[in-house]
């Protein structure tokens, strides 16, 4: 059997180190948790597409991410989600955007991969795709935290938007939230989700469900899923980058990762988590910090929050 | 004053050799006036980013083009139309998609350019903006043709989808429409507008307003608009591979295109139009026909359909 190997990442932006020490365990061992599982998952030979999509299920199951329960509000105060599937075997993929109603958006990303010929499917139309496919739809309440929606007040009455982990209101809870994953038998797989920016234009789409910007896979190359400013990573199509560093520049996946966290990317804005099919992986950013694990069977098992 | 030159297309697919001379006559007059409008906005100055909106604009306007009037109808019979636009100075990009009341979705793909922080808004949200920045709505009725409607009832009744030009029901009006083009200060710009395929699920969402996918300029390298199956586009991020194809296999742009159209996209899928920044311009195609054009100062002028 090959090796095996995972990353996580729960979003990046300008996370403060003067978070309480409490804020910080709690968003650790969630982190640990959620690798944990994913781990577990890929040693006891599960596919690296299946693993993806279950890992980002727990993130979505948590109140803690910017994804599923827990997503932020958006201008009209209801929760919008996102999110993307894509299978690096034979580049399937899968994806869904503005949302309102399916508890877990990655699940029905794969089901539109799976059991349609389109890719991308928007708001109603989706979610009547959902309702066929016998999809678990909850209300939009389900959603709601306190923590969110007073972050959503206090930003209405500015009339902006921000990136759930860039303002100020909000030491803890952070970003999009994606995993990429090498499984025993050679394949690669990256899935992300998302509730978007506070406060976003109602309709707004960033780079998590778009195919290439937020999320992408190649057997030939690597898996990647973004996080932080969605326009960058769209101007920058940044995900397909990497594969195209690594393809047709010949850089190594870390080389290709530093390369474009470092010298393409926009400063401050966010970062990304990467795996190649010999199962290394890279984690750079270039915002203040990115809740992200990696682990893999050679023993490799870390979370972090900072450097 | 450096070369300036463009290219356009009115769509991609199987076009049969059998369709009538009158209609052959009506599509090449089409592409003919619409290129010359175009040439002669870059002959007397204008900016590539004006050239392909305004270009666009023409094209959105006749009922001959599935795109603004004369757009196709989705499931519900509705006409829900996508446009991008992206300049290569600096790669700002605007989009929409699935609008419904917009009389010209690439000029409103333009507004969101210029006045949003975001890069893609969809649906209501879209309109919402819209409004706010003053553009013109029309009614959904607007986009009706009689010829559309008919291929809508006749696919509704079988439960298919089509690319409205792969269906045996039309003989004339095509996909997606595109224009890229090079100004005489050594710019690029590239502008797609589409009412996507007919019957096409509610919500579904295909490579135009995709930036990277159906539509992507970069001064560097080149400006490219696509036109086909637009879920073969995604999957192979096709305009940014053009771009990547140049910029790090060091390709020249007719080979990066032939290479993408010939060994890349899957066989009978469509085409697209590129332009790079010395003003070369490159049309190909792997679907029966593509209604296009290319024009440039050196004294180009050519519209076709098949090779």
């Excluded at 910080?24 to 640990?32: C, E, F, G, Q, V």
């Excluded at 209300?139 to 959503?152: I, L, V």
Aim: hydrophobic share 35%; proline share 2%; charged share 25%.
């Amino acid at each position: 059997m090959k090796k095996f190997s995972i990353a996580i990442h729960g979003g990046a932006g300008a996370i403060p180190k003067t978070v309480p020490e409490k804020d910080k365990l709690i968003y650790l061992n969630a982190l640990d948790g959620i690798l944990r599982y994913g781990h577990d998952l890929l040693a006891s030979g599960r596919a690296a597409l299946d693993t993806v999509e279950l890992v980002v299920n727990e993130f979505e199951n948590s109140p803690l991410f910017n994804a599923g329960k827990g997503a932020v509000f958006n201008s009209e105060g209801k929760n919008e989600l996102d999110a993307a599937v894509m299978d690096g075997r034979d580049r399937s993929c899968g994806a869904v955007t503005c949302v309102t109603r399916i508890k877990n958006p990655v699940s029905l990303a794969r089901i539109v991969m799976e059991n349609s010929s389109h890719i991308l499917l928007c708001g109603k139309g989706a979610e009547e795709f959902a309702k066929e496919h016998g999809i678990k739809f909850v209300r939009n309440s389900y959603f709601f935290t306190q923590k969110r929606y007073d972050q959503w007040l206090k930003l209405k009455e500015r009339n902006t938007t921000a990136l759930d982990h860039s303002s100020d209101l909000t030491g803890s809870a952070k970003g999009t939230v994606g995993c990429v994953a090498k499984d025993r038998f050679g394949n690669i797989a990256a899935a992300t989700s998302t509730g978007g920016m506070t406060n976003k234009n109602y309709g707004r789409i960033g780079d998590t469900p778009l195919i290439g910007a937020g999320t992408f896979a190649d057997n030939a190359t690597c898996a990647v899923s973004c996080t932080g400013t969605g326009e960058e990573f769209i101007r920058t199509v940044a995900a397909y980058e990497i594969h195209a560093l690594m393809k047709y520049a010949k850089l190594s996946l870390d080389r290709a990762c530093e390369k474009f966290v470092r010298e393409i990317l926009k400063p401050d804005t966010g970062g990304l988590i990467a795996v190649d099919s010999e199962g290394n992986t890279s984690c750079p950013y270039n915002s203040k910090g990115m809740y992200r694990g990696s682990a893999d069977s050679d023993g490799l098992f870390e979370v972090k929050i900072w450097e």
